[in-house]
C-alpha cells in the first residue's frame, strides 16, 4: 500500500481551507477500496500465471 497517497491527500485537503473531514473521510476509504481492488487483481494474475505454466507443462508432456 502506498502511504505516501495518503499523505498527498491529507496535504492536499489542509491546502484547502474548504475541505472538511467528510471529504477527507471518503477520499481515504476510496483510496482503500481502489487498493484492496488492486490486491485482488495482482492476486488474479498471479494465479493465472500458475495456471498457464501447469497447462504448457501438460500440453509438452502431451507432446512428447
Known amino acids: 500500500m502506498n502511504n505516501g ?3 498527498t491527500v491529507q496535504a492536499a485537503s489542509r491546502s484547502r481551507p474548504g475541505a472538511s473531514d467528510d471529504e477527507l ?3 481515504k476509504r476510496e483510496l482503500l477500496q481502489a487498493e484492496v481492488r488492486l490486491a485482488k487483481a495482482r492476486a488474479t494474475v498471479a494465479a493465472t500465471e500458475i495456471d498457464i505454466k501447469v497447462l504448457t507443462s501438460r500440453l509438452k508432456s502431451l507432446a512428447k
Do not use: D, Y
Request: net charge neutral.
Open 25 to 27: 473521510s471518503r477520499a
Open 5 to 7: 497517497t495518503i499523505e
